[in-house]
């Protein structure tokens, strides 16, 4: 089967897939019956699927800031600079305004990305084509080089939500594939640990949203639990804990920080203390008075160099557990094993209450 960092493909499909629900809708069906290669030429079809769609929806546009010397005044009178026009003999003014324009950075993410990928060799010829005829409606779209781009700063809203999958998309592809030099040939890197990370954690979260909605799943921080003794006036000093998931049932909570590494172990062949000490301070802070109904999990990604884990300790009354879902399996496999740690969790409250 073919597969990216031991993950089959068609799971990083399903999994892109929860992630950002905008797959799940009807045009993206072709996709999902694909075989695919490497995890590029999957990108390559998601985005030529959705760019499509957003080409008959029109693409998005927003005021620019122009700058220009005018024959008619329009938008603000830049003084300075009309002056020196007209002691230049120049018959125009210096104006200042905003215009509607397709050529933003959300468009010109997209240009690049498409660029990148016809570059790429494992992308296959007949995809190249039609993000080939794809990249015509870009021709007005400036073009944006990497480092320029702030994918934090980037804002979605009303207008412009149809793009948040596919600048997602493009993150991917621009973070796998670097320059090798500035005027060199683009450089295939791996899918990234990070970007396999991020993903994990959020498929873990939209599929437990989707299918066990009643469990409440979220992402909140944790508060640090302090006595009040000094106003708590260093409070800003301590790192912030945000969880990657918490569920919630009646009075229980369960809170499941996913992990993925190449070696989810360390060089001794036991779990990375770091991880242990970060789930555990989120289950001791969160249980407020010790009551035992918090429960903490480290959820690894099972790849080909790591062992199957199934832990589990009571860590004064607190239940801590350590496991592995294996992603190189079909992905009915890969539900079954998020089910049955909702199952096992259950069964933990139900003996508690």
């Not at 399903?14 to 019956?33: H, I, P, T």
């Not at 702030?150 to 993150?171: G, H, V």
């Not at 670097?178 to 990234?192: D, E, Q, R, S, V």
């Amino acid at each position: 089967m073919n597969k990216q960092n031991n993950i089959l493909i068609k799971n990083i499909y399903y999994m892109l897939s929860y992630a950002f629900k905008a797959l799940q809708q009807s045009n993206y069906e072709s996709v999902d019956s694909e075989v695919f290669e490497n995890i590029y030429d999957l990108f390559a079809e998601i985005l030529i699927k959705g760019l499509n769609k957003q080409l008959k929806q029109g693409l998005y546009k927003e005021y620019i800031d122009k700058r220009e010397d005018l024959s008619t005044i329009r938008g603000k009178i830049i003084l300075r600079d009309s002056i020196q026009n007209k002691i230049q003999r120049k018959l125009r003014m210096a104006c200042e305004y905003d215009e509607l324009s397709e050529d933003n950075q959300f468009n010109q993410i997209i240009k690049m990305t498409i660029m990148l990928l016809i570059k790429e060799e494992s992308v296959k010829k007949e995809k190249k084509v039609k993000l080939k005829k794809i990249l015509l409606y870009f021709s007005e779209i400036n073009m944006i080089s990497p480092e320029q781009i702030k994918w934090e700063s980037l804002k979605f809203q009303r207008n412009n939500q149809t793009y948040q999958m596919l600048l997602n998309i493009c993150r991917f592809v621009v973070e796998g594939l670097l320059l090798t030099n500035i005027a060199g040939p683009y450089k295939t890197l791996t899918f990234t640990e990070k970007q396999l990370n991020t993903l994990f954690q959020r498929f873990v979260l939209e599929y437990y949203r989707k299918h066990f909605l009643y469990l409440k799943p979220s992402a909140p921080y944790v508060n640090w639990n302090l006595l009040n003794e000094n106003g708590n006036e260093g409070l800003g000093m301590l790192p912030r804990m945000e969880t990657d998931i918490k569920l919630c049932h009646n009075n229980f909570s369960l809170i499941i920080d996913t992990k993925f590494y190449k070696d989810n172990l360390n060089e001794f062949g036991k779990i990375i203390s770091e991880n242990l000490y970060q789930i555990f301070s989120y289950v001791k802070n969160e249980d407020k008075h010790n009551s035992g109904n918090v429960s903490g999990m480290l959820l690894y990604a099972q790849t080909a160099n790591n062992r199957i884990l199934d832990y589990s300790y009571n860590m004064n009354k607190n239940y801590i557990s350590i496991k592995s879902i294996n992603l190189n399996e079909d992905f009915s496999s890969v539900q079954a094993q998020l089910d049955k740690i909702i199952t096992e969790w259950m069964s933990l409250v139900e003996k508690v209450e």
